[in-house]
């Protein structure tokens, strides 16, 4: 087995002795302030975003999330009645969107799942299927 080296570099001008107790926190930089405003401005702007776009928004994600298992997949097709091509063609269709909502509408496990995956109350799901229909 090999020996550890006796330092190792953090920087290229600073070296650490192995073992040593250095606080190795690193200061944010003098605009991670302005950085932490932009993330917040960016969570506020989605919340007030119109209930159609944050709907569409929320139902490709969650057709992103039945995509990512095979099964649910094929079964979200076969009772759809949808293909890849179809699927592919309509993701900007209320339609299509408001299929994979009632779909995990229809089976609460997958529902409550989604969500969860998602991070929205199941009740958010649903509400995103009203929104797609008005």
């Given amino acids: 087995m090999r020996n550890p080296p006796e330092?190792?570099?953090?920087?290229k001008?600073?070296?650490i002795p192995y073992g040593s107790r250095r606080d190795t926190r690193v200061s944010p930089p003098a605009d991670a302030d302005a950085d932490a405003d932009a993330d917040d401005n960016v969570e506020v702007a989605s919340q007030r975003?119109?209930?159609h776009t944050r709907?569409?928004?929320l139902a490709l994600a969650a057709i992103g999330w039945v995509l990512q298992d095979e099964s649910r997949a094929h079964r979200y097709l076969d009772l759809t009645g949808l293909d890849p091509d179809m699927l592919r063609a309509g993701l900007g269709d209320p339609r299509v969107l408001g299929s994979v909502l009632?779909?995990?509408?229809?089976?609460?496990?997958?529902?409550?799942s989604a969500a969860d995956a998602?991070?929205?109350?199941?009740?958010?799901?649903?509400?995103a299927r009203k929104d797609l229909s008005r």
């Fill in 7 to 11: 330092t190792y570099s953090t920087r």
């Fill in 13 to 15: 001008d600073t070296t």
């Fill in 49 to 51: 975003a119109d209930p």
């Fill in 55 to 57: 709907a569409a928004t």
């Fill in 102 to 112: 009632d779909f995990l509408a229809n089976h609460e496990p997958d529902l409550v």
């Fill in 118 to 127: 998602l991070g929205v109350e199941p009740a958010e799901l649903i509400a």
